[in-house]
T-cell receptor, first 113, second 115 residues
Framework: QQQVKQSPQSLIVQKGGISIINCAYENTAFDYFPWYQQFPGKGPALLIAIRPDVSEKKEGRFTISFNKSAKQFSLHIMDSQPGDSATYFCAASMGGGGNKLTFGTGTQLKVEL | GAGVSQSPRYKVTKRGQDVALRCDPISGHVSLYWYRQALGQGPEFLTY????????KSGLPNDRFSAERPEGSISTLTIQRTEQRDSAMYRC?????????????FGEGSWLTVV
């Protein structure tokens, strides 16, 4: 049972454009929603995270938008740069669940010059 | 150490052999997690420890998989009688605490190939 669905599978964006990656979850007990960034040959690294008590969180060029009623959240990368080319994973965890993360299937982002 | 350290980075083993994968978490991190990541997929939870206690092993695929963390620091994931379907990247991760929201830091993983 896939509890976190992610789309698109891959994305090509021009330098300076906006990259948008979407995730939807099923379990309403989830209370923490991080996004991880993974470069080839490396482990996933935390990029930005949000809790469901806020609808948006911004850190530099990265913004998470959260829609609790729709059980959806998205990552927006403003002014996308070639260095942002990586695989992005959304994830979710729940209080009482031991901080274990349930990951989406990943989005491979390529930012072209 | 500075980050989560895993060894070996690459392991090729013959079907039926046992393998042991080692993880050294970030110093002071109480919680340690094992994930498996197939090519083109997100990490899939296997098991986690709080100190030396294994709190959740619901993600272990079958009884050929086991993990231990006897002194609350280094952990070993053991796969007995390996099968080709066990071939994957095995990632270890750690966090300061076990409550939801503690940042989880991943290692670079151990690539296992079963031939």
């Amino acid at each position: 049972q896939q509890q976190v669905k992610q789309s698109p599978q891959s994305l090509i964006v021009q330098k300076g454009g906006i990259s948008i990656i979407n995730c939807a979850y099923e379990n309403t007990a989830f209370d923490y929603f991080p996004w991880y960034q993974q470069f080839p040959g490396k482990g996933p690294a935390l990029l930005i995270a949000i809790r469901p008590d806020v609808s948006e969180k911004k850190e530099g060029r990265f913004t998470i938008s959260f829609n609790k009623s729709a059980k959806q959240f998205s990552l927006h990368i403003m002014d996308s740069q070639p260095g942002d080319s990586a695989t992005y994973f959304c994830a979710a965890s729940m209080g009482g669940g031991g901080n274990k993360l349930t990951f989406g299937t990943g989005t491979q982002l390529k930012v072209e010059l | 150490g500075a980050g989560v350290s895993q060894s070996p980075r690459y392991k090729v083993t013959k079907r039926g052999q046992d393998v042991a994968l080692r993880c050294d978490p970030i110093s002071g991190h109480v919680s340690l997690y094992w994930y498996r990541q197939a090519l083109g997929q997100g990490p899939e939870f296997l098991t986690y420890f709080n100190y030396e206690a294994q709190q959740d092993k619901s993600g272990l695929p079958n009884d050929r998989f086991s993990a231990e963390r006897p002194e609350g620091s280094i952990s070993t994931l053991t796969i007995q009688r390996t099968e080709q379907r066990d071939s994957a990247m095995y990632r270890c991760a750690s966090s300061l605490g076990v409550t939801s929201g503690n940042t989880i830091y991943f290692g670079e993983g151990s690539w296992l190939t079963v031939v």
